[in-house]
């Protein structure tokens, strides 16, 4: 590729004296020559001509000198060097030149050998300048390609991990919906029954006290109601059905709980009890607070506060509660595991939950906290991470916070934070606006 020089020289010989000289490169094509007769002439050539890789410039022209050209050259983000040829080569002149941004000096009359060697010198610093230039580019470009690439791979995570989530969740929600629906059929038929079970046997022990009046028990009747213990029978056969009715009661609470943490029937936003979602996530958790052979039991204290109904995706938010809850639950079974039996005694394993609201009255507060180990700083920074775990492989997918922090924080409009020290426990504090706005909506 052809080396592009400007000359910029008001002498009229010039031209032809340049191109005279240096007629076997141009007729090799190893240089173009372009020709201008002041600085205004120069600019335009540039703009005719961007890769130019040298300017020639004298300094007493006509219209703009030289050292206002080599201002504004200088002022050019091109690769391309410039070169003062002058009959004035005092050291001011060659100093103001070299300020301005020449690259050389040389001196009038020109050497036409010198002016070679020069322009060879000059042509290999800007072929160097240009190999950075590029080599700058394209870092640049690599560097702007990984960052997009590190995005598309930190969207294809979330992705990812949404569809994930709300696979299992939506398996879960079906599952527990199931269940509530196969065990309300035999309940409520249970149910239905034992107010009529009752009333006959009422009936029966009725007909049996006439029986027991008006006809007198021979031997054998006798024998058999002291084998049976009839009295005892008659007096505990009515709060054995009390005692029925009662667990009927309690299986259709738990049906009813159930139906509550799954919401299958309620993807859109509602109104509801927040109240509701936290105790229908502490039923499905039962079985983990309960005391095992490995540890104690998991004390629960629910501090409640008079809330007014929240608009929110009630199931969404029922899988912020069990994820929470759950990984408390973990780390308290970790944290038994290096206690004492002192320590465990003067402060059993507990999670507190609380809610309230805030002063402006607006946000409803959730705070979830354990008396667990804590958590430091740098895995704190990152529990919102998608796939981040410090669980063992195969005990943790590292989507349950991330999941939560997406479903509060962005499709709920709230905020999800944690607080933690070291040694003293985990909070987190979940904050929901009680109506959501528009923009918060997910309506897609």
Avoid at 202 to 220: K, V
Avoid at 369 to 382: E, L, Y
Avoid at 397 to 404: F, M, V
């Amino acid at each position: 590729m052809s080396a592009k020089i400007l000359f910029v020289d008001d002498e009229p010989d010039l031209e032809s004296l340049i191109s005279q000289r240096f007629r076997k490169k141009i007729r090799a094509e190893e240089w173009q020559l372009f020709f201008a007769h002041n600085g205004v002439q120069a600019l335009e050539k540039l703009k005719q001509h961007p890769d130019l890789d040298i300017v020639v410039t004298d300094l007493n022209m006509p219209e703009m000198d030289g050292l206002t050209l080599l201002s504004k050259l200088n002022q050019i983000n091109l690769p391309f060097k410039t070169i003062v040829i002058s009959a004035y080569g005092d050291m001011k002149n060659i100093r103001n030149a070299m300020n301005f941004g020449a690259f050389d000096f040389l001196i009038k009359p020109i050497d036409f050998h010198d002016l070679e060697i020069t322009l060879n010198k000059t042509l290999r610093e800007v072929q160097q300048l240009k190999e950075n230039q590029h080599l700058r580019q394209s870092e640049a470009l690599a560097r702007e390609q990984a960052q997009h690439l590190h995005y598309s791979l930190q969207d294809l995570k979330k992705t990812q991990a949404q569809l994930i989530q709300t696979a299992k969740m939506s398996s879960l929600g079906q599952v527990v919906a199931g269940i509530a629906h196969e065990i309300n059929n035999p309940v409520n038929f249970i149910y239905g029954n034992i107010s009529h079970v009752s009333d006959y046997i009422q009936d029966l022990l009725r007909l049996l006290h006439l029986y027991q009046q008006y006809t007198p028990a021979n031997s054998e009747i006798q024998a058999e109601i002291e084998a049976i213990d009839l009295e005892f029978l008659i007096a505990d056969l009515p709060k054995i059905l009390v005692s029925m009715k009662g667990g009927v009661d309690r299986i259709q609470k738990i049906v009813l709980s159930l139906r509550n943490f799954s919401r299958l029937d309620e993807a859109n936003i509602k109104s509801v009890d927040i109240h509701e979602g936290i105790k229908s996530s502490l039923l499905i958790l039962h079985n983990r607070f309960q005391a095992r052979a490995a540890r104690p039991e998991i004390q629960v204290s629910e501090e409640y506060s008079n809330l007014p109904l929240v608009e929110c995706y009630a199931g969404e938010l029922n899988q912020v509660f069990i994820n929470i809850l759950s990984n408390a639950i973990d780390a308290l079974n970790e944290y038994h595991k290096q206690r004492s039996l002192d320590d465990i005694l003067a402060c059993p394993l507990a999670i507190t939950i609380r809610t309230f609201l805030l002063e402006e009255k607006s946000r409803v507060v959730i705070q979830i906290r354990d008396n667990g180990p804590g958590i430091t700083a740098d895995v704190k920074d990152r529990i919102f991470e998608p796939f981040f775990t410090t669980k063992p492989v195969g005990e943790g997918t590292g989507l349950g916070l991330y999941i939560s922090y997406q479903i509060v924080q962005e499709k709920h409009g709230g905020a999800l934070n944690c607080f933690s020290e070291v040694g003293k426990g985990t909070e987190f504090w979940i904050e929901i606006p009680l109506k959501q706005t528009r923009a918060t909506l997910d309506l897609s």
